[in-house]
C-alpha cells in the first residue's frame, strides 16, 4: 500500500490500542438504539439520540486514559454538544481518535442458508474523504457469518465474498486516510463446542488475512475486530475465561501477522463482566505481538443506558457506571483485571439471535 497518509495511518492504528486502551462502538443504527431506548421507555428521536451521545462523549474525568476511539454512526458525526460544540472537537481536545461506522448493513447472499454479504462499497471512497474532512481517522465495516455445521455454514462461498469486500473497504479507506477496522464478526448463534469455534474462526481469519495481503493492505495501519473464540449460545458445554482466552489466542497465532498493529475484540452478546474477564484472559497468555483491546458497545454501555433512562438528572451517575466499564477494560487489556462484583445490569445476558446492527 503506497497510500500518501501510511504514517498517519500507523500513528493513528497505534494511538487506539496504546497500553490500557480500547474503542467504545457507538455507531449503532437508529433502529438498533431504538431498541436500547425502547427497554427504558425511552422515545427513539433525534435529540434523545444526541443526549445520549453527548452523555458519553462529554464524558471527561480521565475516560481518555481507557478509550483511545471512539466509532461514531454518520448522524452523530455531525452532532454537537448542547453548548454548542461539536461533538469531534470535544473529542479532539481530549485526544480520542474519531471513527465513523461506513457500512451499509447486510444483504442475502443468493443460493446460500440466509448467509449475508455487506453492502457499501459503492461511493465509499467519497465517504471516506468526507469523514476525513469531518474530523474521522478510522472507520468500521462489519461482516456477518454464522455457524452451522450441519448446514455446511459458513459455506466457502461465504467466507470468500466477506473476505474480499472487507479487503476492499480496508484498501478504500487507507487511500483516503482512515485506518480500517476489519470485522468478520461470527455469530454466537448456534450449538457448537468452543473447540468447533475455534476450526471456523481460523479458517475464516486465514481468508481474511489471505484477502488482505491480496489488496495489498498496510497491516500496521489497520485494525481486527473479530468475535473471541466461544462456544454457541445453545451449547450445553459453557467454556471458561481461560478456555476463551487459551482458543482466541491460539486461533490469532495460526492466522494473524504480527505487523498487525492491534486486534479489538467485539463482545458479540456477551455480559459486560464475561466481555473484561475474557480479555484479561487473553491477555495473561505469553507470544501476544499485537495489542489485544476490546471495541465494545453493548458491554461498555448496557448499564450505562440502565443508569441513564433518559433522565438528565441521571447523567453524572450514567457517567461513573461508564467509566467503571472502560477502566475495567482498560485493566483487562493490560492483564491486570481481578474481578469485581456481579451488579445486576452487568452479569445480564446482552445476547440478541441474529444481531443487527
Known amino acids: 500500500m503506497n497510500s500518501k497518509y501510511a504514517d498517519e495511518l500507523i500513528a493513528t492504528a497505534k494511538a487506539i490500542v496504546a497500553p490500557g486502551k480500547g474503542i467504545l462502538a457507538a455507531d449503532e443504527s437508529t433502529n438498533t438504539i431504538g431498541a436500547r431506548f425502547k427497554k427504558i421507555n425511552l422515545e427513539n428521536n433525534e435529540e434523545n439520540r444526541r443526549a445520549y451521545r453527548e452523555l458519553l462523549i462529554g464524558t471527561g474525568n480521565g475516560v481518555n486514559e ?36 461506513v457500512d451499509k448493513g447486510v444483504v442475502p447472499i443468493p443460493g446460500t442458508d440466509g448467509e449475508t ?79 468447533q469455534s475455534a476450526q471456523v474462526t481460523e479458517k475464516v481469519l486465514a481468508a481474511v488475512f489471505k484477502a488482505l495481503n491480496d489488496h495489498h493492505i498496510l497491516l500496521e495501519g489497520a485494525l481486527l475486530k473479530p468475535n473471541m473464540v466461544v462456544n454457541g449460545t445453545d451449547c450445553p458445554v459453557k467454556a471458561t475465561s481461560e478456555q476463551i482466552g487459551k482458543f482466541t489466542v491460539r486461533t490469532l497465532q495460526r492466522t494473524v501477522p504480527p505487523a498487525l498493529t492491534g486486534v479489538v475484540f467485539l463482545s458479540g452478546g456477551q455480559t459486560e463482566i464475561e466481555a473484561t474477564a475474557n480479555l484479561n484472559a ?35 451517575a450514567a457517567r461513573k457506571v461508564y467509566l467503571h466499564r472502560a477502566k475495567c477494560n482498560s485493566l483487562a487489556q493490560l492483564g491486570k483485571y481481578t474481578g469485581e462484583e456481579s451488579t445486576g445490569s452487568a452479569s445480564e445476558s446482552l445476547y440478541v439471535k441474529d444481531y443487527k446492527y
Open 282 to 316: 487473553m491477555n495473561v497468555l505469553p507470544n501476544r505481538p499485537w495489542a489485544l483491546s476490546f471495541s465494545y458497545g453493548r458491554a461498555l454501555q448496557a448499564s450505562v443506558i440502565s443508569t441513564w433512562k433518559g433522565d438528565a438528572a441521571n447523567v453524572d
Open 117 to 195: 454479504s455487506t453492502q457499501g462499497l459503492d461511493g465509499l471512497a467519497e465517504r471516506c474523504k468526507k469523514y476525513y474532512e469531518a474530523g474521522a481517522r478510522f472507520a468500521k465495516w462489519r461482516a456477518v457469518l454464522k455457524i452451522d455445521l450441519a448446514k455446511n455454514c459458513p459455506s466457502q462461498l461465504s467466507i470468500t465474498e466477506n473476505a474480499h469486500t472487507l479487503a476492499r473497504y480496508a484498501a478504500i479507506c487507507q487511500e483516503n486516510g482512515l485506518v480500517p477496522i476489519v470485522e468478520p464478526e461470527i455469530l454466537m448463534d448456534g450449538n457448537h463446542t468452543v473447540e
Open 66 to 101: 481507557f478509550i483511545g476511539g471512539i466509532i461514531l454512526y454518520e448522524e452523530t458525526l455531525f452532532q454537537k454538544m448542547a453548548d454548542g460544540r461539536l461533538f469531534t472537537d470535544v473529542l479532539k481536545e481530549q485526544k480520542i481518535q474519531i471513527g465513523i461506522k
